[in-house]
């Protein structure tokens, strides 16, 4: 298996919702990390779990929570949001965490709307 | 001064056209560089690391300059299905005990028309 998935593909929710993203990934990456894209931007980063530590937090509003249940499963719980986080929510994962400068491979996203 | 600069496009190119994409960037103590080419909604791939000495896969070179902080692309023979964003990415020398960071220029857009 050599790819990251995404579910959902789509979302919409309401600014009182809650939900949960999924990203999984079984190439035995040790890295993984959540970024928010915004049209025509390129993708920004939010957090980074490396050996299944929080590692870096980009500033991310607490709206947004992050977690890593174990080596091949990443969630963000989603609650309270605005319409403008209004995105595509992209997981990506590198082969080894701590000192790493491997190239990242990307899920599909998951396109997320605020109502 | 952003901390990746890429041409702002877009390339309108004809098919069969050689095209070349630049990028410099900001933090000499980076360590690896990268284009990736996203499609219109779908996620960033990679479509090749670039290396000191210089690196070709077919139809795509890519060229660094460690010296000047520049990196490069260059497309030949354009097909249309080269059409898309290609993103310099530099992944700078992280903190201690942090995974380096992925950072992207803007994006430069590509449509190669028939």
């Known amino acids: 298996d050599t790819e990251v998935t995404q579910t959902p593909k789509h979302l919409v929710m309401g600014m009182t919702n809650k939900k949960s993203l999924k990203c999984e990934q079984h190439?035995?990456?040790?890295?993984m990390y959540w970024y928010k894209q915004k049209a025509k931007k390129p993708p920004e980063l939010m957090f980074v779990?490396?050996?299944?530590?929080?590692?870096i937090n980009e500033s991310v509003p607490s709206r947004f929570s992050p977690e890593c249940p174990n080596s091949s499963l990443l969630n963000l719980h989603l609650h309270a949001l605005q319409p403008e986080d209004s995105a595509l929510y992209l997981c990506?994962?590198?082969?080894?965490?701590?000192?790493?400068?491997?190239?990242?491979?990307f899920g599909p996203g998951t396109r997320l709307t605020v109502l | 001064r952003k901390e990746v600069e890429q041409d702002p496009g877009p390339f309108n190119v004809p098919e069969g056209a050689t095209v070349a994409f630049n990028c410099t960037y900001s933090?000499?103590?980076?360590?690896?560089f990268f284009w990736y080419r996203q499609d219109c909604r779908k996620e960033p791939k990679l479509l090749m690391s670039?290396?000191?000495s210089g690196n070709e896969d077919g139809r795509f070179t890519a060229q660094l300059n460690r010296a000047s902080q520049y990196i490069s692309l260059l497309i030949r023979d354009s097909k249309l299905s080269d059409s898309a964003t290609y993103l310099c990415?530099?992944?700078?020398?992280?903190?201690?005990?942090?995974?380096?960071?992925?950072?992207f220029g803007q994006g430069t857009t590509l449509q190669v028309k028939p």
């Open positions: 670039v290396y000191s």
């Open positions: 933090n000499s103590a980076s360590q690896s």
């Open positions: 990506a994962s590198t082969p080894r965490g701590g000192l790493s400068y491997n190239e990242q491979f």
């Open positions: 190439m035995g990456h040790r890295a």
């Open positions: 779990y490396s050996y299944e530590k929080l590692s």
């Open positions: 990415v530099v992944n700078n020398e992280p903190g201690s005990g942090n995974t380096g960071k992925l950072i």
